[in-house]
């Protein structure tokens, strides 16, 4: 049963505290497409960071690129997308509205909000019609069909098309991967869910090219890898499930899919799929380029076209299982509290630092905190409204510490460190504060 | 004089070494548009990080944000684009190309390569019609001009639109900042220079928001600021200077502006953009949405639309600054070398470890260090060819360090460190390694 509430509570915070906005919000919005406020664009960099520590600085065997948006459009033919990469839509003939001929059930007519557009009675529905979700533009300055470009709806082909110039200039080997983040829109009918389906997305992709009959090890590896890789981050394990793709649901290139998904407020959905795309793709842009693609093993001096293990991560995905996950409502005596529990690693502000009062010299030192620690992590400094209240916004923020200066300070130089979940609070000798952060930090 | 050849030399050595590679080469290449191989795309990275590390991290007055690319199509009405974002072209009625009218004199028809299209003998051209640099695309199911979107041509207006958003959530005050990365897309009819002058592009802007009044301070501070910031990088001080635009020059929304620029192979070209953009943008955005955007100074009461200054960087102009300035050719000992004398703060490998022959436990020994050092910094092992073969191609690639596990290394434990500029050559015990190149970086 989906939760409708908690999903606006969790959007309502994201805005309150600056991590996801509306875009183009003063102009009434545009069809779900986001902004990422203040703290959204740290927690995104936190966890693009990780992925990409874990990917390619942590191993010799992925490297990167970043790839354009913008690619030849015989690359979408090669895909199979130009064809292939449709919804079936009809057309009402009494409201003159578009639906997807597979959701009837799931839509409302926009004329008249409150009738099902599938009943006959409202709606005179056209037969399906197939319509492409890429998004096509024009490049040069002559707008006709020979300059059709798309926006890339999938990151993955950036790679097959570099795929022998980066193993060249870096002189890797199979079996090796390549590694990317970038952005990719589909023209989704029904997109929705805040950050969760939009029409601008940000993916994180691995591509990993192994021998034939290395591909179900392989496969294996990386599935479990990837599952492991959201259980370290701190996520629920409850809430984590594998699904593995029936033969109905593989897409046209996968011999093997596995989906990992998180069971969001609105359900269990997929935010990373992990597919063994066979020798589909390089055999595909061979054919349509009339470039070898394939590889010959420098030992056994075979020639094979590689099998590619795709891990694909949504990275606005895995920002919203991360809030989601994080969010909590809590009773702190008598008092409702708001947290987000982040991980502390990922966590867009690090240590708050606040004066307890407005004066005595409070300020400067806490000033002079800040400044201390800022150059160790990410820190806050906040003195406006009372203690309790500076504490809840950074509670709402996921801020793990707070250090609060007050009266004994100015004696002993002491401060006191407040721990986000726990509620504790340590007294911590100003000098030792860095030290003592990073130990807490680090576990 | 441009230097057409040295231009060649760094796109080839880009090319070979894996930092920029032709988008969608195997299919003859898409106009003007690269991607970043492994070493491209950690350059900027670190680029990348250093402008949000000054501009974000280490200021407290400053926010970050990340908008979506697609935006409400009133947002460019507002801002001027529709109306005013083109360039005159001009049909030729013999070869049928268009050029833009104001650059005749440097292009060349492309029926007739050999032949300029201003001579009237040879192209009969029709009077200058305005053409929109922005790509257009279409939102939803039905392709009509009710749907019609643009890619942004600027990251600006994401942050304009956000201002009030960013400021209640982030608690600031007016004078503060914005600072944002990403991309931009602009249909140029005339791109070129490698990643000088792109379709797609990325922008690094930071747009301060100040009072009416203290906007010429303001604009000051930041012209010299963001000057230092290249001098800081390591640029040569003799390519950079500064270049005040002159009232024709203006843009219809400036007070004020400089260009920063650099000597390119190509000539000195504006890399980065200072401007006092006064009050238009948030005035346009106010009387076209109907939202105030105007401030009101919490002390002294009163009510003003903020002025801005922006500062606009291009990532892959930055990238081309840093790759130019780096690039030198050497004699040493008789033979040439080409080197990229990168800082070493930003270049993408910093250390190369290289047993000297593939025997007698050297590569053990190597593999040891090479796993000790990378937790500390990106370390690249290779085993491949002679030693100066492995030397030559980390010289391409701007890596800052080699140690070599030689003979003597299995009797002491100590390895020679090969510094890239100098050539010198210091013995370290392997144990102090870490320690030794951790000093040499941050020096």
């Known amino acids: 049963m989906a939760d409708n509430s908690q ?8 805005k309150r505290r600056g991590f996801v906005f509306q875009s183009s919000e003063i102009y009434g919005g545009v069809g779900s497409v986001w902004d990422y406020g203040p703290l959204g664009v740290e927690l995104k960099k936190n966890l693009k960071e990780r992925w990409w520590r874990s990917m390619v600085h942590e191993r010799d065997d992925i490297e990167g690129l970043d790839a354009a948006i913008l690619m030849h459009p015989r690359v979408w033919e090669a895909s199979g997308h130009v064809a292939g990469f449709t919804d079936p839509m009809v057309d009402c003939r009494v409201c003159k509205a578009r639906f997807r001929a597979d959701q009837l059930d799931q839509m409302q007519c926009p004329q008249k909000p409150s009738k099902i557009p599938g009943e006959a009675d409202q709606c005179d529905l056209t037969e399906p019609r197939l319509f492409n979700l890429m998004f096509k533009t024009f490049m040069g300055p002559v707008e006709d069909a020979a300059a059709v470009v798309y926006l890339r709806p999938e990151t993955a082909q950036g790679i097959y098309v570099n795929y022998v110039n980066v193993m060249q200039s870096s002189r890797q080997k199979i079996p090796f991967g390549i590694a990317q983040i970038g952005k990719a829109f589909r023209n989704e009918i029904t997109p929705g869910n805040f950050i969760f389906r939009t029409r601008e997305f940000e993916q994180m992709e691995m591509q990993y090219f192994v021998a034939p009959g290395d591909d179900d090890k392989w496969f294996e590896q990386w599935r479990d890898l990837r599952m ?30 596995f989906d990992i998904e998180y069971e969001f407020p609105f359900g269990w959905q997929e935010f990373e799929g992990i597919h063994n795309r066979t020798d589909f793709d390089l055999g595909r842009h061979q054919e349509y380029s009339g470039k070898r693609l394939d590889y010959m093993d420098p ?13 694909s991560l949504g990275a606005d995905r895995l920002a919203l299982v991360v809030l989601a996950d994080a969010y909590r409502e809590e009773q702190v005596k008598g008092e409702e509290r708001v947290v987000l529990g982040l991980n502390p690693a990922v966590a867009p502000i690090k240590v708050g630092v606040f004066p307890l009062v407005k004066k005595d010299g409070m300020p400067e030192f806490a000033h002079r905190i800040h400044n201390d620690l800022r150059g160790s992590f990410p820190t806050f400094y906040d003195d406006g409204g009372s203690i309790g209240r500076r504490y809840r916004r950074q509670d709402e923020a996921g801020t793990p510490f707070g250090v609060t200066v007050d009266g004994q300070t100015l004696e002993d130089e002491t401060v006191t460190v407040r721990h986000r979940d726990t509620l504790a609070q340590d007294r911590v000798h100003a000098d030792q504060l860095v030290s003592y952060l990073l130990e807490k930090l680090a576990g």
Chains 1, 2 share one sequence.
């Not at 370290?232 to 996968?254: F, N, T």
């Open 228 to 257: 492991q890789w959201h259980v370290d981050l701190g996520i629920a394990p409850d809430k984590l499930r594998l699904h593995q793709h029936s033969a109905d649901e593989l897409a046209h290139y996968a011999k093997v899919a």
């Open 299 to 311: 030992v056994t001096k075979e020639r094979f076209t590689p099998y590619i293990i795709e891990t």
């Open 7 to 14: 999903m606006e509570r969790l959007v309502s915070l994201a």
